[in-house]
């Protein structure tokens, strides 16, 4: 008799990846996180992959983990993934310490943080009725609007101007 399982916490549409102890300053790594919230996830891992930050790689990693995650554990169909959140936090802080002149010594702060990623397979049928919903009430829009007035033609310095004598 084990302990019984804990319900889960996210809907039955997302998944979830946590990568721990990156040696990262959390700011640095928001900064990478900030380029793939609400991306596709094709998208968001080929940004990554073509990245120039150091850290974009661990983070990429994240991404397909969050998404191995949605396919083999919860089923999800991979074409239909968004990067729905992606946060991050602090992690542990190493203190070391840099020689100066005259005996002292200066501290050094080596910040570590993690990255918690979870993509949501977004329904097609639900964007195709929100487009429908947004055309039809373009139409209303449109057709109960009054028709514009032509505006007269201005004068141009090629036509001749009209004198009264």
Known sequence: MGKP???????????????R???????KLNLVAG?????KVDHAIADLQFSRKRIAN???KCVMS???NAENNHGLDVNDLIVAEAWVGKNLVMKRFMARG???????SKPFSQITVIVRQTDVDAKAAKKAKKAD?????????????????????????????
Do not use: C, M, W
């Open 5 to 19: 399982s804990r319900e889960r916490a996210l809907p039955d549409n997302e998944a979830k990846a946590v990568t």
């Open 35 to 39: 380029l793939i919230r609400g991306k």
């Open 102 to 108: 005259r005996g002292r010594a200066a501290s050094v």
């Open 66 to 68: 969050a998404v191995a």
């Open 137 to 165: 009430a373009k139409a209303k829009a449109t057709a109960g609007a009054k028709p514009k007035k032509a505006k007269p033609a201005a004068k141009t310095a090629a036509e001749p101007a009209k004198e009264t004598a």
């Open 21 to 27: 102890n990156l040696r990262v300053s959390p700011q």
């Open 58 to 60: 661990d983070v990429r």
